[in-house]
């Protein structure tokens, strides 16, 4: 067969039709006619250009013979694999690639399994072999990728081939000589490309104005700033010129990806699990138990009818390359994570797709919606039209259509997604214009003291209280309702802000933004859909508890530089509030010491037990390493160190250091926080909560001096709100996303160019975590990962009938075991822990707490749990005792 066929494609000589081409046409109506499993009775696929064709229909010989004579091939189809024809690697002529992979003997082995991932990974049913249809020829990719899956790794081997030996390991220096294994790297990434998902690369202006896309892609230069788009260079090599852009951003298309979620029997199941799963009325597990989802899906019912439709959480934050001392360069991926898949997947980093990746070194700012177009414009196709998906798991096509259900941010990129500044006197993006926050006379800063008396019961007698809060000042209205996202845009038109990608939308906000908080309109305005959403953009509880915990520290521990109490924060009081105690000595001319501030030797205890503290492994990090015990301070604390210092150690720390009353504040904010991040939320408990964090709020307001109070310490009496609304927290904070974050700094291998290493080493990241999913069950994948200190090690006796729970958990003792007799203190430690935790006792707390509320009615919650952990009276401990042992006879 003659392997140059450029014949097929010059079909006119002199306007008549080539003799070269008629000779060849002949011998492809010969070589289809000889292929019966290709043909339909007599007649043979048409591969004529045009569009119904297209190797689709199937038509007589006569038929095909006069099209290809009048309209000609079909482009690039060199290779007539729809006609019976594939190629191996020498480009000799070989039988029907169907017919070669399930005639192959180990096509039920290990190539089977690398058969079939090729196929999902290209979002194809498995059974494509025996579909009506081939694939046309653009995609030949996909027929090398089959090959390599069913090539023999050497003559006879059985067990591996050449993709699924590649997706192993390298082991090229140990195979016999004749093997096919890829001898380098380059070979290796080049052959797993071909199950990468795509990408694209978007030219940008320099200064972040425009984009060179969809109707302005073949523009030179900026619209707005008139900068050339490329700049000029000599190749080292050719010697040629050629034209590089300035910038350019990487966009990962979204919709290949969620396809691949159903393609892949490992993940298709899951997909759907959000709609499946048991839901206990009032209790929620998951964003689909939550008002928002269900809101949503009462608006748009057509939507919510289909459960393999996808609602998607948007997350971005900018992190630095080269660390706080390196070069100022400022990256901000934009991810997108599913929230279909159940709570053990969802926010796991395989799962969160990076969609676009925003050019440095600057910060992109209020111009990040320039860089979120395409992903817009993919979006509301995806809304408005769907896009055709397969699911493996049902064995059906179906039409996916997606929704963005929120945004998760700290609180400056909440102004950069919104559009609402988050700075300054209306920083709060509830409160808005309803705010009382001022500014300090001394300090300077915008303050929110006595911003809370209004979120309290209307009959609360704090309202009326003129001396523990302003001076004089009595509080009538109530808190400002949550407005809706009708009202919101209704705002936003009549102000007439403009979209950053409109001409002349710099000056026409500029002027408006001077009498509104208002910044932009957030193109997310733009999705039909966004208006109806509860929420729209989440407070991140992981900076506000951070911020508020280090303010609180910083505080008691009379930090230098970092204290909120300073003499201008003396000053500010004496105008602000009524505190005699805490006024300037008219003798000594010095301020007294606060309650709340520790002396010298409170902070050497403090310090002291820090050092001492013992925390399981991989709880939090070494707190040991954070103590300073020449100044007695805490530096270098990570966000999840403040937060488990703020929910687990914070009450203990303090409980013989301060005053009762300081205290009692402080343990009930640490509560309140450790509540509000539990994993399963009661929508009762959450509204209990948005009652208890005014009282809260206040009860610090009459403890800590005005300049205290900034936008971190006020935000926390919306947390419960969203909670109730939006569901568990960790959907819904920065934690995945930092995590996540930092993997893709690690990425970054070529300084030079720090967004395509982020792109290359994602892609490659991307397809093998596919592959992952298809090795053997003794092959160690990251989805089969083991704990660090799971040693596989059993207790002998934990199926004995008759022993507690809490004594079942399997695990060995690390080093050569002991017997020693604990301590009275270790004793009773285990003694309330097993109290505590024990599934078996459970009954009898609830029973013993019904009790304490009957003795004493308006007994709070954050007071049963101080009970409950530091005063179990010995009676119920002894009684508590007595059923154990019962149980363990």
């Known amino acids: 067969m003659n392997a140059n066929r450029q014949w097929m494609y010059n079909r006119l000589k002199d306007g008549l039709l080539n003799t070269e081409f008629l000779n060849g046409l002949e011998e492809f109506i010969q070589f289809a006619s000889t292929h019966p499993e290709c043909m339909d009775g007599m007649n043979i696929r048409c591969p004529c250009s045009m569009k119904r064709c297209s190797n689709r229909r199937f038509l007589c010989v006569d038929d095909v013979r006069y099209h290809l004579m009048k309209n000609g091939f079909v482009p690039n189809y060199y290779r007539w694999t729809a006609h019976g024809e594939c190629w191996d690697d020498q480009g000799t002529s070989s039988v029907l690639m169907s017919e070669t992979i399930m005639e192959n003997d180990f096509q039920t082995g290990t190539s089977g399994r690398y058969h079939e991932m090729v196929l999902e990974g290209f979002g194809l049913p498995p059974q494509i072999e025996f579909m009506e249809e081939a694939p046309n020829a653009e995609a030949q990719r996909l027929y090398e990728m089959l090959q390599a899956a069913s090539e023999e790794l050497w003559p006879g081997c059985n067990k591996h081939t050449k993709l699924s030996a590649v997706i192993v390991e390298f082991l090229k220096e140990v195979l016999p000589e004749d093997n096919v294994l890829p001898d380098n790297f380059y070979k290796t990434k080049k052959l797993i490309e071909g199950l ?98 269900k809101h949503f899906n009462a608006c748009y019912p057509s939507f919510g009818s289909e459960i393999r439709n996808v609602m998607l959480g948007l997350s971005t934050d900018g992190f630095q390359p080269f ?100 700075a300054g006197r209306l920083a709060c993006p509830y409160c808005m214009d309803n705010t009382d926050a001022f500014t300090l006379p001394r300090g300077g800063k915008q303050c929110w003291f006595d911003n809370h008396r209004k979120f309290l019961n209307h009959n609360h007698p704090w309202r009326k209280n003129k001396s523990w809060f302003r001076k004089n000042k009595v509080v009538t209205e109530h808190a400002p309702l949550v407005r809706t996202g009708e009202e919101i845009l209704h705002e936003i038109e009549s102000l007439g802000l403009m979209r950053v990608t409109d001409p002349g939308s710099d000056v026409v906000n500029a002027v408006i933004s001077k009498t509104c908080g208002w910044r932009k ?13 509860l929420i729209r953009h989440n407070l991140d509880v ?60 409170a902070k050497q205890v403090i310090c002291e037990w820090m050092k001492g503290l013992r925390f399981p492994d991989g709880y939090v990090s070494n707190m040991a390493r954070c103590v300073d015990m020449n100044k007695y301070r805490l530096f270098g604390m990570k966000s999840h160190d403040c937060h488990i210092f703020m929910q687990r150690l914070l009450p203990i720390a303090f409980r013989e250091l301060l005053p009762m009353r300081v205290w009692e504040a402080i343990t009930e904010l640490s509560i309140f926080f450790k509540q509000l991040t539990s994993t399963i939320l009661r929508e009762e408990d959450m509204q209990r909560l948005e009652e208890d964090i005014p009282v809260i709020l206040c009860k610090l307001e009459r403890i800590f001096p ?93 199926e004995i009938e008759g022993n507690l729970s809490i004594f079942k958990y399997p695990g060995r003792p690390i080093g050569q075991s002991k017997k020693r007799i604990l301590t009275k203190d270790e004793r009773n430690a285990a003694h309330l822990y097993i109290l505590l935790n024990c599934e078996e006792v459970s009954p009898f707390i609830k029973i013993y707490i019904e009790d304490l509320r009957r003795i004493s009615p308006n007994i709070t919650d954050g007071e049963v749990d101080i009970t409950l952990e530091n005063n179990f009276p010995t009676w119920f401990k002894a009684y508590v005792s007595f059923i154990i042992l019962a149980i363990l006879r």
Request: with cysteine; glycine share 4%; aromatic share 14%.
């Open 323 to 422: 660390g706080q001392s390196g070069q100022q360069y400022s990256s901000w991926p934009i991810i997108l994570t599913p929230y279909n898949l159940p709570p053990w997947l969802c926010m796991k980093s395989e799962y969160m797709f990076l969609t676009v990746i925003v050019p440095g070194p600057n910060n992109p700012k209020f111009k990040i919606d320039i860089f979120l177009q395409p992903l817009i414009e993919e979006l509301k196709q995806l809304w408005n039209m769907g896009v055709e998906t397969y699911d493996v798991d049902k064995k059906q096509n179906f039409l996916m259509r997606v929704a963005l259900l929120w945004t998760i941010s700290d609180f400056p990129a909440y102004a950069m997604l919104s559009g609402w500044s988050t």
């Open 521 to 533: 309109r957030s193109i997310f305005w733009d999705l039909p859909y966004w208006s109806s959403l």
């Open 706 to 798: 005005p300049g205290f109070f900034d936008s971190m310490e006020h935000l926390p009496v919306h947390l419960a709100y969203e909670a109730r609304i939006g569901g568990p927290v960790q959907y819904r904070w920065m934690y995945p996303y930092e995590r996540y974050n930092g993997i893709l700094k690690k990425n970054i291998k070529n300084k030079a160019k720090v967004e395509g290493s982020i792109a290359n080493a994602y892609l490659v990241e991307e397809a093998s975590s596919f592959c992952a999913y298809y090795f053997e069950s003794h092959v160690s994948t990251r989805h089969r990962r083991v704990p660090r200190n799971d040693d596989g090690g059993v207790v002998e006796d934990q």
């Open 196 to 293: 990468g998902l795509p990408v694209e690369k978007i030219d940008c202006c320099r200064n972040n104005c425009m984009i060179y896309w969809s109707g302005d892609a073949e523009l030179q230069e900026c619209k707005f700033c008139q900068l050339p788009r490329y700049k000029r260079t000599v190749n080292s090599l050719t010697k040629q010129v050629v034209q590089k852009p300035y910038k350019k951003m990487y966009y990962f298309p979204l919709t290949p990806r969620l396809q691949r979620l159903y393609a892949s029997d490992a993940t298709a199941p899951h997909m759907r699990w959000h709609a499946e799963h048991e839901y206990e009325e009032g209790v929620m597990h998951h964003p689909s138990d939550s008002p928002a989802w």
């Open 542 to 601: 992981m900076h506000i508890e951070k911020n508020f915990f280090d303010n609180l520290f910083n505080t008691i521990m009379n930090i230098e530089g970092k204290t909120k109490d300073n003499a201008k924060a003396r000053e500010d009081m004496r105008e602000i509030c009524r505190r005699p105690e805490l006024e300037i000595n008219a003798e000594t001319g010095r301020y007294p010491k606060a309650i709340y501030a520790l002396d010298k030797p």
